[in-house]
Structure formats: structure tokens, C-alpha cells
């Protein structure tokens, strides 16, 4: 079972950026497409990105579109969200997830077709 580890998170002031890391315990995981979610206090878990095990296309909410972005290096087994421009609605915990299913938003954003999930990593920007 492949273990997912985010890090990155922090406080952060309107506007700033933070760089989000998601860390696999495996090599399989170089394989598999990643995810990352988010969910803010009382609200449901919410699809942010998502990369395909290449690289090569990548997935956003329309909510983070143009401001985040998502790369991975395959070599270190770690996936990396970067995040620009952030808002205090931006403001959740984010977790990052592994599925081996790849297709448009119905498929990708769909919570329970990933397999593997980190224990999350808080995200807050203040205004």
C-alpha cells in the first residue's frame, strides 16, 4: 500500500504563494495519476488538481485555475502543487490522493476512484 505524506502547508497572507508536496513511499506511485482535494471547516471535500502519472496533463477546479499549478518529479516519487495568488477561500486542509484512473472532470474528480490518501496538510491565508 503506497503512503502518501503532503507538506508544505502554513499560514499565508493574501496574494502569497505556497508550494504543497506530495511525498510517496513507493516507486509504484510513479505510475499512478494524483489528485489533490481540499476541505474547508464544514464543507465538503472539493476537487483542486489533478496530474496524470506522465506529466503530461494535468486537471483544475475553475476555481484554481490559472493560479495553481501542477508539476511531479518522478524520481523522488513527489508530486508538488504550487499555489499563486491565494485567497482567503483558499484557506482548507489539502490532501493529495493516487488513483489509477485517468479521463475529463467526471473521473477526476471523483473522490472514491482514488485508492491512497495523505493525512493532509493545512492551508490558511488571511486577509
Known amino acids: 500500500q503506497v503512503e502518501l505524506v503532503e507538506s508544505g502547508g502554513g499560514l499565508v497572507q493574501a496574494g502569497g504563494s505556497l508550494r504543497l508536496s506530495c511525498a510517496a513511499s513507493?516507486?509504484?506511485?510513479?505510475?499512478?495519476?494524483v489528485g489533490w482535494f481540499r476541505q474547508a471547516p464544514g464543507k465538503e471535500r472539493e476537487f483542486v488538481a489533478a496530474i496524470h502519472w506522465t506529466g503530461d496533463s494535468t486537471s483544475y477546479a475553475d476555481s484554481v485555475e490559472g493560479r495553481f499549478a501542477l508539476s511531479r518529479d518522478i524520481a523522488k516519487n513527489t508530486v508538488y502543487l504550487q499555489m499563486n495568488s491565494l485567497k482567503p477561500e483558499d484557506t482548507a486542509v489539502y490532501y493529495c490522493?493516487?488513483?489509477?484512473?485517468?479521463?475529463?472532470?467526471?473521473?477526476?474528480?471523483?473522490?472514491?476512484?482514488?485508492?491512497?490518501w495523505g493525512q493532509g496538510t493545512q492551508v490558511t491565508v488571511s486577509s
Open positions: 490522493a493516487a488513483t489509477r484512473y485517468w479521463g475529463g472532470a467526471s473521473i477526476t474528480t471523483r473522490t472514491t476512484l482514488y485508492y491512497t
Open positions: 513507493e516507486r509504484t506511485f510513479s505510475s499512478s495519476n
